[in-house]
Nanobody, 126 residues
Framework: QVQLVESGGGLVQAGGSLRLSCAAS????????VGWFRQGPGKERDFVAA????????YYADSVKDRFKISRDNTKNTAYLQMNTLKSEDTAVYYC???????????????????WGQGTQVTVSS
């Protein structure tokens, strides 16, 4: 079992930046694919980004591509989401999650993730 704890959310002005962290318990973090999702008010949970077990190739939603960067440090059991040039539409609760399996376009599907964090609120003021 893996426990995930997100941090780093907050209130930021449009155009600003935030870095979210996802700290995992246990020694199996490196065996999982990590994904970030977000859920805005009254909206469904949407895919943001994913990274494979050893890092390297990453996958982003079109809405955040070129603005957000996902990374991980397996020595610290932590994943990150660097968010730049934030927009009001990025306002949401952000969740990290982990899953097994292969790194395919299926990583966009939240139903494939086994463990989730509690989420961290990101609010972007215009």
């Amino acid at each position: 079992q893996v426990q995930l704890v997100e941090s780093g959310g907050g209130l930021v002005q449009a155009g600003g930046s935030l870095r979210l962290s996802c700290a995992a318990s246990g020694s199996t973090f490196r065996s999982y694919i990590v994904g970030w999702f977000r859920q805005g008010p009254g909206k469904e949970r949407d895919f943001v980004a994913a990274i494979p077990r050893s890092g390297g190739f990453t996958y982003y939603a079109d809405s955040v591509k070129d603005r957000f960067k996902i990374s991980r440090d397996n020595t610290k059991n932590t994943a990150y989401l660097q968010m730049n040039t934030l927009k009001s539409e990025d306002t949401a609760v952000y969740y990290c999650a982990v899953r097994g399996g292969d790194f395919t376009t299926d990583v966009k599907d939240f139903s494939g993730y086994s463990y989730w964090g509690q989420g961290t609120q990101v609010t972007v003021s215009s």
